[in-house]
T-cell receptor, first 111, second 114 residues
């Protein structure tokens, strides 16, 4: 099956700085890579996603890059704000439509 | 649109008791997932339904866990008997079947086993 690794497990940044979270996956057939933000007591919420035929996607302060050859993808948050503080999960979906999640990154934005 | 609804939000039981969770997916979403999220970890897929059929239940501990989606809409997940290691948040998610469709999660049921 698919194996998704995520780093770092914790990340602290000053407000206004950028944050980068990286994930690697093992199944070269995986074709869809969403990122989720999970706040305390809530379910994961999709914040951005990327398909395997695209190298980069941006939505305001959030961007995701995908390197299919190296089998890694990254989340970039620019101009971080305190409300960005949460746990972020990457995921990879295989051709069987199953999703495999990383272990999460706890992001703290310091005002 | 209404999101994925789950109940109850919290449940506390003693080991060896049974418990059931309910999920109502987003209207029109044929695919339904149940995940187990242990504190500090990412969600782990337990079972995936396509309409009322099981697509994947390879990680479901079938000696104690069961799930059904009889009419292809609502779903229930049951644990009987519960063990201490079952303490976790149980998340339900749904999605459209078309390729590259994202999952939408409910807020989960937090289960504590005493």
């Amino acid at each position: 099956g698919e194996n998704v690794e995520q780093h770092p497990s914790t990340l602290s940044v000053q407000e206004g700085d950028s944050a980068v979270i990286k994930c690697t996956y093992s199944d070269s057939a995986s074709n869809y890579f969403p990122w989720y933000k999970q706040e305390l007591g809530k379910g994961p919420q999709l914040i951005i996603d990327i398909r395997s035929n695209v190298g980069e996607k941006k939505d305001q302060r959030i961007a995701v890059t995908l390197n299919k050859t190296a089998k890694h993808f990254s989340l970039h948050i620019t101009e971080t704000q305190p409300e960005d503080s949460a746990v972020y999960f990457c995921a990879a979906r295989n051709t069987g439509n199953q999703f495999y999640f990383g272990t999460g990154t706890s992001l703290t934005v310091i005002p | 649109e209404a999101g994925v609804a789950q109940s109850p939000r919290y449940k506390i039981i003693e080991k060896r008791q049974s418990v059931a969770f309910w999920c109502n997916p987003i209207s029109g979403h044929a695919t339904l997932y149940w995940y187990q999220q242990i504190l500090g970890q990412g969600p782990k897929l337990l079972i995936q339904f396509q309409n009322n059929g099981v697509v994947d239940d390879s990680q479901l501990p079938k000696d104690r866990f069961s799930a059904e989606r009889l009419k292809g809409v609502d779903s229930t997940l049951k644990i009987q008997p519960a063990k201490l290691e079952d303490s976790a948040v149980y998340l339900c998610a749904s999605s459209l079947t078309s390729p590259h469709q994202p999952q939408h999660f409910g807020d989960g049921t937090r289960l504590s086993i005493l």
